[in-house]
């Protein structure tokens, strides 16, 4: 089994930046592609970005493009998300997902192993 645990969540104020960190224990070694995803209140869990073993290959949600980074250190089984220019829309628990395939999907479903979640705050 995967063990998946975030870090990083708390407050900040419209355009900081906060870094969530998410690692991986268990059978970390059949992980693949992973990905951030979001939940606001009374909203889908919605996609943020994702990323494939390797690193090359990335996905963002058009809402993050361009200010949100995902990346990754497999040596340290770990997964991040920078997260800049934050706006209150950014607002949601974030969660971290991995898969035990090497494609990069967007859909909940597809995700195997998944985190608590760590809760983001943006205030204006």
């Known amino acids: 089994q995967v063990q998946l645990v975030e870090y990083g969540g708390g407050l900040a104020q419209a355009g900081d930046s906060l870094r969530l960190s998410c690692v991986a224990s268990g059978r970390a070694f059949s992980i693949n592609a992973m990905g951030w995803f979001r939940q606001a209140p009374g909203k889908e869990r919605e996609f943020v970005a994702g990323?494939?073993?390797?690193?090359?290959?990335?996905s963002y949600a058009n809402s993050v493009k361009g200010r949100f980074t995902i990346s990754r250190d497999n040596a340290k089984n770990t997964l991040y998300l920078q997260m800049d220019s934050l706006d209150p829309e950014d607002t949601a628990a974030y969660y971290c997902a991995a898969r035990d395939f090497n494609v990069v999907l967007t859909t909940a479903n597809d995700y195997d192993y998944w985190g608590q979640g760590t809760q983001v705050t943006v205030s204006s």
């Open positions: 990323i494939n073993r390797s690193g090359r290959t990335t």
